[in-house]
């Protein structure tokens, strides 16, 4: 259905600070930036998130057309605007025909003459209504759900691309439970008020989107398409069930699954997507079992209004102005956002998104420090070497299991900045057609996709654009990833100190590294395979270690009342308290981490970790937390701090926290994996 506002908006803001110095002796030490706003009336031990952060909190604005502030979820902000310049310059220029600055500038170009896209009203996709209205069997239903698919638009099938688990050397389909608006399956059955009001949101855009294409009775219609929606949602496993790697891998045959799922009409789909398929990895069964049933016990003629629906709405966001506001109205029920981004920013998340490697290459010329390049990879290296050191000294593991884990952590493949190889886009872009151009590029993207499929995975490919300010661990291909984007204050700055760069994109390096080994990574071995490594004990203690993360984090609230799901977030919990350890074993190896040489009036270790409170500053808007919440397997900043350092002997020694601290935990109840 529809590509949901709030996971778009999960990007980043930048917070400049004031600058000071670092190095061995102040009155020597280049300038870097300084820790402001101390809230020395709040204990380190109460909350040390807050210690660092709540003058800042106090003081930051939410923009209007924002849902949050700050350096962790918000960094892609600036960002943006550094890519709105680029886009600027080269929509401007007198580009060659199929040159990268051409394309880029002349899609960029397309979207922002909103005075013809107004004009055009929905008339773009009227073929595609049209064809709806020509169904006539679950056969031709399910040729058009094929034939969207390849425009990006996903709808009743969740068909995608990537590594065997069991064969990480070959790329096969998998099929994921798909289906809904709403953005989880929780969602259409929750009775709070919070979640009524979204719920409601939710059918009155639909309601509105059936009027503006001029359909009769769009409020009945509506209810249907979310009757139709609710039963599709009560066969989606829980995000929890999702997390487990058993039950959510099933490979079957082609010939099973046209047996299994005979209303499917799995190889029409697969003719009209032009692929070759032999074996599908059918990730939650149950889901396109009970589809199977439903495309005969339910109307066509509401099917039909169901992938009405869902075509309006995954368009709505390129149609006329009414359409975006539509979009817009219900978005503001997940997010709180009160006004809508300019259509400059828009249309830079737009390119991103789809000419991202494009515009990458322009970004990394322009406003990439290849320094920065260098000075990470000796980081992610010195990394290594600490994490390996901490294995030795595990309690809880045996000395066959340590030389396996050594092995998998070595044989881990470092992206550091942006691709060796650009991808490259064989489209052709106009300048007067901006909704044939977002066509044109997702079935690029499909091409891309499809092109990959019955082949072993391309190890030069990259799951994220060069600008974006993120990092992440691809466990099939055993590799950790940290674009250009985030090598950058607060995370990462060339002239800070080494406490100041290894609390910052120091953590992120050991957070990615930890994820090879969280309750999922440690499932796959070196080569990207699942398969066990563990013996049977150090497994069962792996296990009990996990729960506990589980059971703490569990505990955790915001919002006053709202619990993380400590289950659904252990995998990033795990990570970010592996993470810290890491890091600073790996800054005790530096000149700076063995000496207490105070810059700043604090000492090495206390500014370790005050850059990492710092890194996750950000303030939020609580309908936008509370979505977050309901959908994110991270937890909430405050709890990427406060959470690990519980757990950490030296933040107590560090800042001296005491029992009767709120965050106090006795040694014993400190929890430690890696």
Known sequence: MKKLPYLIILLLIFISCKESHSHQEEKEAPKVPEFDGISQNIKPGDNFFAHVNKKWNDNAVIADDQVGVGSYMFLNIPQRELLEEILENAAASDNTKGSVEQKLGDFYASGMDTVQINKRGFEPIKPMLDEINKINDVKSLMQLV???????????????????QENSKFNIMHAAQS????????????????????????????????????????????????????QLANEHKTRVE???IEGNYNKFSLAQIVKMQPNLNWESQFNTLGVQVDSVDMKQPAYYNALDKMLTKISLNDWKLYLKASVISNYADYLSTPFEEASFEYSKALTGQSKKQTREQAMVRQVDGLLGFALGQLYTKQHFDEAAKKRALELVNNFQKAFEARMDN???????????????????????????VWREYDVEINKDQYFEN???LER?????????????????????????????????????????GILQFPYFDVNADDAVNYGGIGMVIGHEFTHAFDDRGAQYDKEGNVKNWWTDDDLKNFKAKTQQIIDRYSEFTVLDDVHVNGATTVGENVADNGGISI??????????GQDTIKIGGYTPDQRFFMSIARIWRVKTRDAFLRTYINTNSHSPAIWRVNGPLMNSTPFYEAFDVKPGDSNYKAVEERIKIW
Not at 159 to 164: N, P
Not at 202 to 229: D, G, H, M
Not at 448 to 471: C, E, F, H, I
């Open 438 to 440: 977002i066509i044109t």
């Open 179 to 230: 289906g809904l608006g709403l953005p989880d399956r929780d969602y259409y059955f929750g009775k709070d008020e919070e979640t009524v009001a979204i719920q409601e949101a939710y059918k009155t855009y639909l309601t509105t989107l059936f009027k503006l294409v001029n359909e009769p009775n769009a409020e009945q219609n509506a209810l249907t398409v979310y009757s139709i929606e609710k």
């Open 444 to 484: 690029n993207d499909f091409d891309y996709m499809a092109a990959q499929l019955n082949k072993a995975p391309d190890k030069d490919r990259w799951g994220t654009t060069p600008s974006t300010v993120t990092a992440y661990y691809n466990a099939s291909l055993n590799e950790i990833v940290f674009p250009a």
């Open 394 to 420: 595990l309690d809880w593991m045996s000395d066959s299991t340590k030389v396996k884990a050594k092995e998998k952590l070595y044989a881990i493949t470092k992206k550091i900045g942006y691709p060796d």
């Open 242 to 244: 999702r997390r487990k």
């Open 146 to 164: 094929s034939e969207e698919q390849k425009n990006g638009h996903t709808s009743l099938i969740g068909l995608y691309i990537s590594a065997d």
């Open 583 to 592: 890091a600073y074993d790996a800054f005790k190896l530096t000149k700076q």
